[in-house]
């Protein structure tokens, strides 16, 4: 599938005319005594797809969590179309989260519910619309994500990248500004990882949305990603365009493109270090 | 030596506060629960009714089957014993004094609690483990629906609702079957079994038995629940929490029994 406009880029001026949706500043997390995150300043604009890139460990799903509210900082903020998503009442935080959709890695779809009853859940615990119009809203977002037909099955009955489909639109569901994707293409084939792909830039050119996708896929993040910003051990190392990262002279950031493997990962007694570390 | 010692103790301390961070735990969610029941409405995020509703077949419907069967055999063997002890007084006829009282006061709200404990907490430990593992939980929060209310509160009502009326029913059930056998064997009439029972059994004890269930409802849940949230690990590890929670359910109802029996018997 050829289509230059879905991945056109904004032009300089466009980005720096366009307000940050998500503010991250100095944000600093800790799982027990261990420092996860140190540090991470982040802007993520109107409109943009930014991919947040990164081994394992590298800190990444914390981040998410952290963007999501399901994680507090030590210290920092995440300030969420200019609120603070840690100092809101949860009043305000439940409005606010309305106009943030997240399609987990697995889907996290309810499997006691349908597949329309699980994208229309959002619309019957937030809006009092009657149950055909919800009905109707629901259905049209499955047909956004080519998943039209498949009302009734069970989350159980889906393939993976069904799973996927679904799970995209009950994040689409009520308009949200701001869609989070975490490892959307993860446990797929090339073939509908890439069409999950077109999906995302899709949803972005058709909506408007801001999309920030955590991934671990190079070819994934090359494709849809306006900005990527590559994690390690908690740190930024760049934030770039794709250009920008893939000629970056950072050996840390190649040894990630290349897939070459670090020499202290495979030291015995620095990973015993950090499994205790882990554990304490 | 003295190094191990300390390691025992320091694990002993370690466990001895992950215990009470578990009971305070327990009495956040329930605390929560009530104020979502109380309070959803007015926040636009109600309880659902039928989700409440739909618990209430699963825990009390679906749980008739087995309870009428357990409570049938245990009214029978409850005849059998009373009977085959009272023999050595010759004071066979007394075994409705002893039967009715013990039914309608621990027998049935203790069997229903077990069988309850063993059937829906370990199911609700199960769910909500699942869930936590696939990340619904985590779904829940972001689409900004509040996990207790979602899933604690109904499922809080549905055990204060039907763990009481599944108490009578087997109450019921258990001094039919014994009724059958002291028939069968001393040949008391049916209408002279009744006429006993209910000269013997005072309305006091039936909410005597009823009450006490109604905590157990309440003890059920939150173990269940607690037991749900502290799954780590995969499905091994829903394994491990749902065994551990039906476990502590069994224990806590015993235990809660004994001093609720303490405490309204001096009264």
């Known amino acids: 599938m050829n289509q230059p406009a879905l991945n056109r880029m904004p032009s300089d001026a466009e980005v720096v005319a366009t307000p940050a949706v998500i503010e991250v500043r100095d944000l600093i997390t800790h799982y027990g005594t261990r420092k996860i995150l140190h540090g991470i300043n982040l802007d993520i604009r109107q409109g943009e797809i930014m991919v947040i890139m990164g081994g394992s460990g590298s800190g990444k799903s914390t981040l998410l969590n952290a963007l999501l509210g399901l994680l507090r900082p030590t210290s920092g903020a995440v300030r969420i179309l200019s609120q603070d998503l840690n100092a809101i009442s949860d009043v305000e935080r439940t409005k606010l989260r309305q106009k943030m959709g997240v399609a987990f890695q697995g889907g996290a779809l309810f499997s006691s519910m349908n597949v329309l009853e699980n994208i229309m859940l959002p619309l019957r615990e937030h809006t009092r619309l009657d149950r055909s119009t919800m009905q109707i809203m629901a259905r049209m977002k499955m047909q956004v994500v080519n998943l039209a037909g498949f009302e009734r099955l069970m989350p159980a009955e889906l393939s993976g990248g069904m799973i996927k489909r679904a799970a995209l639109a009950r994040a689409i569901v009520m308009d949200p500004r701001i869609l989070f994707c975490d490892e959307p293409s993860a446990g797929l084939d090339p073939v509908v990882s890439s069409a999950i792909d077109d999906l995302i830039l899709s949803l972005r050119d058709a909506m408007g949305m801001s999309i920030v996708v955590v991934t671990h896929e190079l070819e994934s993040a090359f494709k849809i990603a306006d900005r990527i910003c590559v994690l390690d051990k908690g740190h930024i190392l760049t934030i770039g365009t794709v250009d920008e990262v893939r000629n970056s002279k950072n050996e840390r950031i190649q040894n990630l493109l290349n897939r070459r493997t670090e020499a202290e990962i495979l030291d015995p007694d620095e990973y015993l270090k950090r499994l205790t570390a882990a554990g304490a | ?267």
């Open chain 2, 1 to 267: 030596m003295r190094e191990r010692v300390g390691d025992h103790m320091e694990r002993m301390g370690r466990s001895a506060v992950a215990g009470i961070a578990e009971f305070g735990l327990g009495a956040v969610l329930f605390a929560q629960s009530i104020y979502w029941i109380i309070i959803g409405h007015r926040r636009a995020q109600p309880v659902r009714l039928d989700a409440a509703i739909a618990r209430c077949m699963e825990v009390g419907i679906h749980a008739v089957p087995i309870i009428t069967l357990m409570s049938l055999t245990i009214g029978i063997m409850l005849a059998i014993q009373g009977i085959y002890s009272l023999r050595v007084f010759g004071a066979e006829e007394q075994v409705v004094l002893g039967i009715g009282m013990s039914v309608v006061r621990e027998f049935g709200p203790l069997i229903t609690g077990i069988l309850v404990a063993g059937r829906t907490g370990s199911s609700l430990a199960a769910r909500i483990g699942t869930m936590r593992i696939s990340q619904e939980i985590d779904a829940l929060s972001v689409m900004g629906i509040n996990p207790v209310r979602y899933i604690v509160a109904p499922a809080l009502i549905s055990m204060v609702v039907m763990v009481p009326v599944l108490t009578f029913w087997s109450s019921i059930v258990m001094l039919t079957g014994a009724g059958w056998y002291i028939g069968i064997d001393l040949g008391m009439s049916a209408a002279a079994y009744i006429d006993r029972l209910t000269e013997i059994v005072k309305i006091g004890d039936v909410w005597h038995g009823l009450g006490k269930s109604v905590l157990f409802g309440i003890l059920i849940t939150l173990v269940g629940v607690i037991n749900g949230t502290l799954v780590s690990g995969g499905a091994e590890g829903v394994g491990k929490m749902t065994t551990r929670s039906v476990v502590i359910s069994i224990c806590a109802i015993i235990v809660t029994d004994m001093i609720f029996a303490f405490i309204a018997t001096r009264s």
